[in-house]
């Protein structure tokens, strides 16, 4: 049973949504055959199709921004969801497409969370491979819309936001003062057949070493050398980063002294830094209290906020597990709230 | 300092070394461009080359089974090194050259362990990709040479264990009651492009994610249904599996339910069990109480070994490190010796 008043409001952090447009653009991605992805052909050729009770049920859940959802959310004890465009979001399109299909999105994630101010947040959907019309876009959400951060869906076509051409969307997330919330993709095709051919490209372990990937990709090329205040979310936990932080640490300088790669130079600070003091990250789909209380240690309970994943992984029990979660009392309403209300700048 | 006298023997588990034909067989390949494996070409182009000194301490490091070897143990207060052929072992080579390349470092390594008994003890070096041979070797290496476990290293020149061209091996292994060492290798190129680029191929990320995914195809594949006593190793806190407990659980029965893939089938139990009942797992590389006693707590203290991964990672203040851990004595005490000599079989 989910207690109806804790000490604490619930700000769900990880949650999707879906357009009608996008989700036709995707079919058509895949009839067509011409966008060579296997990743996305594995995800979405599967919750585009299957009749499965699970698929339907995300699929459903995707593209409705009304009354179901909240009454989902009453049902589970949430307070607020902070939602964004799910995975690939608009990458996955040319960029004018890409640049167009995201303003659609985010116009309808703001109609939503006008309709329900107390109840919806918004983050910006952008196409960071059009960057001068990413940076507009985040621009108009952030400026106009008052949405509160910005939702990367990991590889953008096999490209990461380490590389020079990304750069503008990095600068205006830092001048904006709104994070990134890196959310994981399929490997892209050049990462993707080991994992794929074991059925172990979605969400049970590709969607993480991805993101994770990722994630070192950009701390490694000196972004946040680049870029202090820069702040990025991920989610699961920090896709396992937090477990890896000694061996990041004494790995990357043992490879700087090496000198064995010529563009891994030394950084500022040692790695575990740019986690601690740049990166957030969310408890999405793992309502487990080890994992949760490890992050809470090793980064700083002000780094950890919950997350439920909804329509993915809605499972109101898990609410009651991360409620009956044996930590201080602080710890678990910063968890639960304080941290996405700073981290979000929600009144 | 390290404590001279602790009321534990050090037992290593993680430990390499190399013979001077292998050296000279990577150089071959390395020269003659035919073997096309980017990762190899990283991991080995360097090492073989590199003038820097981390690179020259672990070259000559993996060379020497005698005095220096036996002194830097001394130094560090390691009793006792679980010693096996560094990666990628024999895997690079055509079966015949493999196997006949693993009976001789078999040889050289059963060699110095009757020179140092005490100090020394063997895992078998074999050539998966010549399975029959491979069965050939583990059977003398474990009954006429003594050796008390088997090395693989990760993916075989881009396949896994689960393919059912392995089952003679795994079937052997069980047989003969000896643990594989599923030891870390560089992504395969079906995978390693966006680690590469990054300098991100190696310890610090590539070599845990594409062990932790060889690990995970071999549950998911059902190969402990198959060989229930079957038992692995995998080092680096557990490559960062046990970490992921919940989701795999969670997401593994999500997608069995689903039917996404029609390889993904049930199991007989969720995926942590075989976790914490066919793995060991390993700190090498990682001399940090959060994920060490993250180990302990989650898949057994009885599960979780110490291991140093000589001359890769010889840092004698780690284990002193490891000495100071705040945990009881007893989990201390199964750490650094007892389940190394219930899993090695040492008397």
Same mark, same amino acid.
């Given at each position: 049973m989910i207690e109806k008043n804790p000490a604490y409001r619930r700000i769900a952090t990880e949650e999707a949504f879906f357009t009608a447009d996008i989700s036709a653009g995707y079919r058509r991605l895949l009839d067509e055959g011409k966008y060579q992805d296997p990743g996305f052909r594995s995800l979405w050729g599967f919750y585009s199709s299957s009749m499965s009770a699970r698929a339907r049920f995300i699929f459903e859940g995707l593209h409705d921004l009304g009354d179901k959802r909240i009454a989902h959310m009453d049902a589970a004890g949430i307070d607020r969801q902070i939602i964004a465009l799910t995975a690939p979001g608009v990458q996955v399109f040319d960029p004018a497409t890409a640049s167009s299909l995201a303003i659609d999105a985010n116009d309808q994630l703001a109609e939503a969370c006008r309709r329900y101010p107390d109840r919806f947040t918004g983050m910006a959907a952008v196409a960071p491979h059009d960057p001068a019309n990413a940076v507009k876009e985040m621009e108009r959400a952030v400026k106009k819309l008052g949405f509160r951060a910005v939702i990367v869906n990991s590889h953008i076509q096999g490209h =990461?936001?380490?590389?020079?051409?990304f750069l503008p969307v990095l600068e205006a997330a830092e001048a904006l003062d709104v994070p990134i919330y890196l959310h994981p993709n399929t490997p892209p095709p050049s990462m993707i057949q080991p994992f794929l051919e074991a059925g172990l490209?979605?969400?049970? =372990?590709g969607f993480g070493v991805e993101t994770g990937l990722h994630m070192l990709r950009i701390i490694v090329a000196g972004v946040f050398d680049h870029f202090p205040k820069l702040q990025f979310i991920i989610g699961h936990t920090g896709e396992a980063l937090p477990f890896w932080l000694y061996r990041l640490d004494y790995m990357h300088a043992a490879t700087v002294r090496s000198e064995? =790669?010529?563009?891994?130079k030394a950084l500022k600070h040692p790695v575990s830094h740019y986690l601690k003091n740049n990166v957030y990250v969310t408890n999405s789909g793992v309502a487990w209290q080890p994992s949760i209380e490890f992050c809470q240690k090793v980064l700083g309970v002000e780094r950890v906020m919950y997350a439920m994943d909804y329509p993915y992984q809605y499972v109101p029990e898990e609410v009651a597990i991360c409620d009956a979660m044996t930590i201080p009392a602080a710890d678990k309403q910063a968890f639960f709230e304080g941290n996405a209300r700073r981290v979000f700048k929600l009144s």
């Open positions: =990461y936001l380490d590389e020079p051409q490209d979605g969400a049970i =372990y064995r =790669y010529p563009n891994v």
